[in-house]
Every structure is written in C-alpha cells, then in structure tokens.
C-alpha cells in the first residue's frame, strides 16, 4: 500500500502524512511523552484519552461525529469496526480502486485538517472549533485541484521541440553530402554565480525524435582566470 502513495494524485505533503500514518512516524504526545519530553500525553481536544492515532483522528468523541458531518459522510456506526490502519489502507485503497480520486483527495485533506486543528491548538493556543477544521479540509481540497490544474496545463503546453534542421551545424562522418542525416549533438552550458565556474553536458540524440542515444553529464568545465 505504501508504494502506491507514489502514484496517487496528492500533493508530495500528503503522501508523506499517509507514510507517516502507516509507520508510527507522527509525532504524537502519548508517543514523544515516554522518551522524555514534558508534554501531556491526553488528547488536547477532548482531554480524557491518550492521543493516539486512532483517538485523534477518528474515534474522539469530538472528531467522529464530523467524519459524519463532512463532505464524505462517513457512518458513524462503522468507524471504530476496523483497526485504525486497516480502516486508512482499506478506504484509501478503495478510493483508488474506484478512481473516485475527489473523494481521496477529501479524505486526506481532512485527515491534515485535524493534525492543523490539533497543532494550533498546542502550539497557538487556538481554540478547537469543527467550523474551522471544515474550513481548513475545503482550503487544502481546492489547493490540491490548483495544482493540478497548474501540472495539467504545464505538461500540455511543454513540449520538447526540436530545432529545425537548419539551426544545427552539421559534420558528416561517413556518407554523401545529399544523405539525411541520423543523429545531432546537443550542448548546453550553466554558469555557477558563487565561484564564476562554467560547465557544459552533451547528449546525442535522433534528429527527428527526442530519444536520447547517450551524452555525459560533464563534458567541460572552465574556471575563472582571476
């Protein structure tokens, strides 16, 4: 389940909050109290049980009713049926399997409004409110749809063209002045601003394609002479 995270339409962020779940990796007080750290261990929400993954995310008594209240209208009944993980895996594998990739993208974006909700109220000393982990959900959802509006736009409107024929400056190693020619030697060249350094790369390539024969990744560099 992990690897498919990689694949998923979700913000880079996002995916590492679901690896996190899955691996115990979350930074929760009943985790970090027993190591040492000062910080109360009780769930700041509803200060009577342990935060948990489970308890902070989904089975407080003041976050398990907005699992039915929000846009995904989870059932109530059936939240705590499943271990935790096995809810997560099972819900996040099901979205996949259906493509219902909006329904995804809600899920997480809520499961990171309450961690946000959870954090402002440790550290801002914010004050627990649903209106506003709604709020937060709905903002992290539409970021998610801007950015991939953003990646489907740039993707569609870049395109690797080749230059035409007469911009190249052709050396013919075997055959007639009048044969096409098979492949072109690109070059390109960056400046380094901090030491005044300059290199240069190189790839052969088809002329007519964007297949990549070979090249190398350095194939000069220049030092300054003052």
């Known amino acids: 389940m992990v690897e498919t995270f990689l694949g998923l339409p979700l913000l880079p962020r996002f995916k590492m909050f679901s690896w996190k779940f899955l691996h115990d990796a979350l930074p929760l007080s009943s985790t970090v109290c027993?190591?040492?750290?000062?910080?109360?261990?009780?769930?700041?929400?509803c200060h009577s049980d342990l935060e948990t993954v489970s308890h902070l995310f989904r089975d407080c008594p003041f976050i398990s009713p907005l699992w039915e209240q929000g846009p995904l209208t989870l059932d109530g009944r059936l939240l705590q049926a499943k271990?935790?993980?096995?809810?997560?895996?099972?819900?996040?594998?099901?979205?996949?399997?259906?493509?219902?990739?909006?329904?995804?993208?809600s899920f997480v974006s809520f499961l990171w409004a309450i961690w946000l909700m959870r954090n402002q109220c440790i550290f801002r000393q914010a004050?627990?409110?649903?209106?506003?982990?709604?709020?937060?959900?709905?903002?992290?959802?539409?970021?998610?749809?801007?950015?991939?509006?953003?990646?489907?736009?740039?993707?569609s409107s870049y395109r690797i063209?080749?230059?035409?024929?007469?911009?190249?400056?052709?050396?013919?190693?075997?055959?007639?002045?009048?044969?096409?020619?098979?492949?072109c030697l690109l070059f390109d060249g960056a400046w380094n601003c901090h030491d005044n350094s300059a290199g240069a790369g190189c790839i052969f390539r088809e002329i007519h394609s964007d297949r990549v024969l070979g090249g190398s990744a350095r194939a000069g560099r220049t030092m300054p002479g003052l």
């Open 161 to 183: 063209r080749s230059p035409p024929l007469e911009s190249f400056m052709s050396l013919r190693l075997s055959g007639g002045p009048t044969d096409p020619l098979d492949h």
């Open 127 to 155: 004050v627990w409110s649903p209106s506003m982990t709604f709020h937060l959900s709905a903002d992290w959802v539409a970021r998610v749809t801007q950015a991939g509006v953003f990646q489907n736009q740039l993707s």
């Open 83 to 105: 271990p935790f993980n096995e809810w997560f895996t099972n819900l996040m594998s099901d979205f996949q399997r259906s493509k219902n990739f909006g329904g995804l993208v």
């Open 34 to 45: 027993p190591k040492g750290l000062p910080v109360n261990p009780v769930l700041i929400f």
